[in-house]
């Protein structure tokens, strides 16, 4: 995800005080374990979860809170038409357990 420039402790500020609505459904959507970092140089963010069931996180698009949690992110982000993040996908070069 790309965060706009100059938006960094805003960003920080909203996920310090994340919507309880929101935490518990991504724990009931079987996400744990949740991170964002920030390259701070260029402004990229990565997400890691661990995700219980793929299938119940691919459903949280159609979530009203998470809709609304995008459009309130909106203005920090590039977004797709829907307030949703863009994202790119990477490709995982090494995992140990």
């Not at 790309?2 to 996400?31: F, M, N, S, V």
């Not at 979860?49 to 299938?55: E, V």
């Not at 159609?62 to 990477?90: E, F, G, H, I, R």
Request: aromatic share 10%.
């Amino acid at each position: 995800m790309q965060l706009k420039a100059g938006c960094e402790q805003e960003y920080q500020r909203r996920h310090d005080t994340i919507w309880p609505e929101l935490a518990l459904l991504l724990k009931e959507a079987g996400i744990s374990d949740y991170s964002i970092f920030l390259d701070e140089s260029s402004g990229r963010l990565f997400g890691v979860q661990l995700q219980s069931d793929p299938a119940m996180a691919n459903r949280l698009p159609q979530a009203a809170v998470m809709q609304k949690w995008w459009s309130y992110m909106a203005d920090l982000m590039d977004t797709n038409p829907d307030d949703s993040p863009v994202v790119q996908p990477l490709r995982m070069v090494f995992h140990m357990e």
